[in-house]
């Protein structure tokens, strides 16, 4: 079963970073835009980047523009996280969807299963 999994979910103190990976099972990335996006408590799903490994392309939202940026390495993509504050608590996601990069959580159909970030003090 083709799955998607992210790593590196943590608790970290305001202003800190984190990085996140998102690596696939039983498929690979090549080809496929990556996703990632978060839901914090009572709130929708928000989109935040997407890496496109096609073209090597990103897009960020702006609302974490400058603080996130997404990249790719051995097979990963990853999401790093800087100047945290406590607004960034939630659980992380990343997606998969072919064959070019969207924000739209709708856009995306296959899901991994969620990295819990908590920011605070």
């Known amino acids: 079963q083709v799955q998607l999994v992210e790593s590196g979910g943590d608790l970290v103190q305001p202003g800190g970073s984190l990085r996140l990976s998102c690596a696939a099972s039983k498929f690979t990335l090549d080809h496929y835009a990556i996703g990632w996006?978060?839901?914090?408590?009572?709130?929708?799903?928000?989109?935040?980047?997407?890496?496109?490994?096609?073209?090597?392309?990103?897009?960020?939202?702006?609302?974490?523009?400058?603080?996130?940026?997404?990249?790719?390495?051995?097979?990963?993509?990853?999401?790093?996280?800087?100047?945290?504050?406590?607004?960034?608590?939630?659980?992380?996601?990343?997606?998969?969807?072919?064959?070019?990069?969207?924000?739209?959580?709708?856009?995306?159909p296959l899901w991994g299963p969620g990295a819990p970030d908590t920011v605070s003090s």
């Open 37 to 108: 996006f978060r839901q914090a408590p009572g709130k929708e799903r928000e989109g935040l980047s997407c890496f496109s490994s096609g073209s090597g392309g990103t897009l960020v939202s702006d609302s974490v523009k400058g603080r996130f940026n997404t990249s790719s390495d051995n097979g990963k993509v990853y999401l790093q996280m800087n100047s945290l504050k406590s607004d960034d608590t939630a659980v992380y996601y990343c997606a998969a969807r072919f064959p070019s990069c969207r924000l739209g959580r709708h856009d995306f």
